[in-house]
Structure formats: structure tokens, C-alpha cells
T-cell receptor, first 117, second 113 residues
Framework: GAGVSQTPSNKVTEKGKYVELRCDPI?????LYWYRQSLGQGPEFLIY????????DSGLPNDRFFAVRPEGSVSTLKIQRTERGDSAVYLC???????????????FGEGSRLTVL | DQQVKQNSPSLSVQEGRISILNCDYT??????FLWYKKYPAEGPTFLIS???IKDKNEDGRFTVFLNKSAKHLSLHIVPSQPGDSAVYFC????????????WGAGTKLIIKP
């Protein structure tokens, strides 16, 4: 498809389990972003990739969260020892260039809804 | 501490009338302000933006107004259409980390036929 693709769309897991969420950005977009949206709130920034490297991971809440983008395209957000408070929709977005993120040209996927029981 | 606030969780407007969605911010270093629209089960989609050096930006039925002294912006939709029913998010970014958007909690707009 032409848009940002995220899998799975829904994930239910038990507390303490490991979870991986995948994002396939728009082809040619060098910048990739992960956001987390909790119920009733706006998205919160987690991490930003420029190419293969994490240019800013200041939004990751703790060391249980980690993200990779080994070939500069697909990214995986990894959550270890999940907690109930991790339940949220995890949104991935991409943009053609990093600076365009600040001027609106972010393209979002539909999100992965994570529920930790 | 919320840097971007949308104080109205929901707004109901008659079709054909004007919809006005409001947003307040606290950080004077924000350079860009953006509005995103979100339908259920979809990701947010970009609607319109405004630079901090401007006070108005218009795109078809959508106009964003920025009042820097009041740290307030608003989105006007006129005339409102049923397809405008969605959640609208206000977001802001700074010049240093302009890739990082700070979001409000959203306002659910309902257009009544």
C-alpha cells in the first residue's frame, strides 16, 4: 500500500510478557516517529529515527522500551516486561524529511492497540 | 504540565454553520502549530498549519488563527459538513526539535444534519 502500515492492529498480552510492534513507513520517507496515545489524551512522542539511527529517544518512558530500524525502512518497537500502564494505541508516522515533521507533513498509520491484562 | 490544551472535549454544530475549535499553549518557544483530524480506527491526518510569524492561514473551508500574545489558536471550519465529524487535535513544535510534536487532548466535533 501507499500509506504507513502498522502490525498488529490489536495486541492483547499478559502483564510481564514481551511485545513487538511493527511499522512499515511510506517508501522513500527517511524520518520515522513513534508516538503513544493513551485513552482520552493526545499522542505523546516516544522516539524519532533519521535513517537507521535513533536521533532522539527522549520520549521513551523507561528502559523496557526499545526501538530499532536496522535498514532505514521498517521499524520495530519492543516492549519488555509489559505493565498494565503500557496499554495504549502506539502510532507510527513517517515524513519525507525530518524538518517537514514540524510543518505538518507527518503521515500516520492506523496504530497498534496494545492491551496489557 | 500540559503545554498544549484543548479545553473542550466535544463540540456539536449544525451542518452549514461555522465550527470553531480552540487551543491554548504555554510554551512561547513553539514555532509551528498544526491541526490534525482523526476518524475512529484511523491515524491522525494533517489538516492545516500555521507558522508563529503569521496570524492567519486559510485553506478552503479551513482557517487557522494564531494570537501569540494570548497564546491561543483556533480552527474555523465554514461551512461545516457531516464529513467533518471527527476528533481534532491541536499540536505544536519548536525550532530546535521541530520533529517532535506536542499534542492537545483533542476535541470531538459532531456535525448535526
Amino acid at each position: 500500500g501507499a500509506g504507513v502500515s502498522q502490525t498488529p492492529s490489536n495486541k492483547v498480552t499478559e502483564k510481564g510478557k514481551y511485545v513487538e510492534l511493527r511499522c512499515d513507513p511510506i517508501s522513500g520517507h527517511t524520518a520515522l516517529y513513534w508516538y503513544r496515545q493513551s485513552l482520552g489524551q493526545g499522542p505523546e512522542f516516544l522516539i524519532y529515527f533519521q535513517g537507521t539511527g535513533a536521533a532522539d529517544d527522549s520520549g521513551l518512558p523507561n528502559d523496557r522500551f526499545f526501538a530499532v530500524r536496522p535498514e532505514g525502512s521498517v521499524s520495530t518497537l519492543k516492549i519488555q516486561r509489559t505493565e498494565r500502564g503500557d496499554s495504549a494505541v502506539y502510532l507510527c508516522a513517517s515524513s519525507l524529511t525530518p524538518s517537514s515533521g514540524g510543518t505538518g507533513e507527518l503521515f500516520f498509520g492506523e496504530g497498534s492497540r496494545l492491551t496489557v491484562l | 504540565d500540559q503545554q498544549v490544551k484543548q479545553n473542550s472535549p466535544s463540540l456539536s454544530v449544525q451542518e452549514g454553520r461555522i465550527s470553531i475549535l480552540n487551543c491554548d499553549y504555554t510554551n512561547s518557544m513553539f514555532d509551528y502549530f498544526l491541526w490534525y483530524k482523526k476518524y475512529p480506527a484511523e491515524g491522525p491526518t494533517f489538516l492545516i498549519s500555521i507558522s508563529s510569524i503569521k496570524d492567519k492561514n486559510e485553506d478552503g473551508r479551513f482557517t487557522v488563527f494564531l494570537n501569540k500574545s494570548a497564546k491561543h489558536l483556533s480552527l474555523h471550519i465554514v461551512p461545516s459538513q457531516p464529513g467533518d465529524s471527527a476528533v481534532y487535535f491541536c499540536a505544536a513544535s519548536g525550532s530546535i526539535s521541530n520533529y517532535q510534536l506536542i499534542w492537545g487532548a483533542g476535541t470531538k466535533l459532531i456535525i448535526k444534519p
